[in-house]
């Protein structure tokens, strides 16, 4: 159990202590639950109310909100960020391994840097490069000649291919798939014929990817992830992506081959994004998007039919199948009105 006082924790987090700062604290619970022990955080005015009733040991809070607080505080512009970094404070969560493994297979002109892990029954092949203080977990592939960054964590079964390539500082949690083939064929007269993937994936510092996520190799060129992307589980990044420094994206979402995404983008969960287009930076598209062309101006985009109950939704396909009808109808009063 991690235990940290109020003082060492504002240090941490460029935070000013209200009360006591020789509390210690050893964990980070809901306003609703949190104990003597905990500290929790209030980062949305409308739940101020509940303050007043908060068993934590402290309160990550706003200036505007010290006053309501019956515990001692730390004090943020942003108590979200505060309770992320109070977050990194006291995790507890293990390392993917430790140390290398008897199971572990390693070829012998792999290149292995110092400080580095290897879990049981991990393979890392001919000529692959594992950078100073990386952790590879149990079950682990890394093929030939790919290069895993310093301080980089893999988690179990994390297949890397051949010639792929990571950054420094990125997390990759389990199952997830990185330089697998593109979806990359031609057809001759009704037989597919496959089309070898010959570039790699490239990808930056600080780069979270979730669980079951695959990002597939480049056609020719590299499919590229830049630095500071964080990816959540289950996604598809097709062949050639392109995705800039500092974008976002949610679960379940599909980017098809060739696709860029810019920089500082949102990507909404169970998104589909057409391939061959270019989005630009600073565009937020909210969840189960359909992107079919390219967006060349920042903001956000949605698409899809709310929820409704399902007598309102039948409603209104019905109406959608009468479109066409309606447009020519319209049409044509239109031409009488201008006759």
């Not at 390539?165 to 496959?194: H, M, P």
């Not at 062949?239 to 500082?264: D, E, F, L, R």
């Amino acid at each position: 159990m991690s235990r940290i006082t109020l003082a060492e924790l504002a240090e941490k987090l460029d935070a000013t202590v209200h009360g006591d700062g020789n509390v210690v604290v050893h964990s980070i619970a809901s306003m609703s639950k949190a104990k003597e022990g905990d500290i929790t955080f209030l980062s949305d005015a409308k739940y101020r109310k509940h303050l007043g009733e908060c068993q934590a040991s402290a309160v990550i809070v706003k200036e505007a909100d010290v006053e309501f607080c019956q515990s001692n505080a730390l004090i943020m512009r942003d108590p979200y960020l505060g309770f992320a970094l109070a977050a990194q404070a006291l995790d507890t969560t293990p390392a993917p391994a430790s140390d290398i493994a008897p199971s572990a297979y390693i070829a012998d002109d792999a290149i292995i840097g110092e400080g580095v892990a290897i879990g049981h029954n991990a393979v890392i092949e001919s000529k692959a490069v594992i950078a100073d203080g990386a952790i590879i977990g149990a079950g682990c592939f890394i093929g030939k000649e790919a290069k895993i960054g310093k301080n980089t964590k893999l988690w179990a079964n994390v297949s890397v291919y051949h010639r792929v390539e990571i950054g420094e500082a990125c997390l990759v949690q389990s199952g997830t798939v990185i330089g697998s083939d593109g979806f990359g064929y031609a057809n001759d007269r009704g037989t597919w014929v496959k089309i070898p993937q010959l570039g790699s994936v490239i990808i930056g510092d600080n780069v979270e990817i979730g669980a079951n996520t695959t990002i597939d190799r480049g056609a020719i060129d590299d499919t590229v992830i830049e630095s500071n992307v964080i990816i959540d589980n289950q996604i598809q990044i097709a062949h050639n992506v392109q995705i800039g420094s500092g974008s976002a994206m949610a679960g379940g979402t599909i980017v098809a081959g060739s696709t860029k995404i810019g920089k500082h983008c949102i990507i909404g969960g169970g998104s589909v994004i057409n391939g061959h287009i270019e989005i630009t930076d600073g565009v937020t598209i909210t969840g189960m998007g359909m992107v079919m062309r390219a967006i060349g101006e920042k903001g956000m985009y949605s698409s899809g039919i709310p929820l409704q109950t399902n007598k309102e939704w039948r409603k209104t396909a019905a109406r959608v199948h009468k479109i066409d009808e309606m447009n020519k109808r319209l049409k044509a009063v239109e031409k009488k009105l201008v006759d």
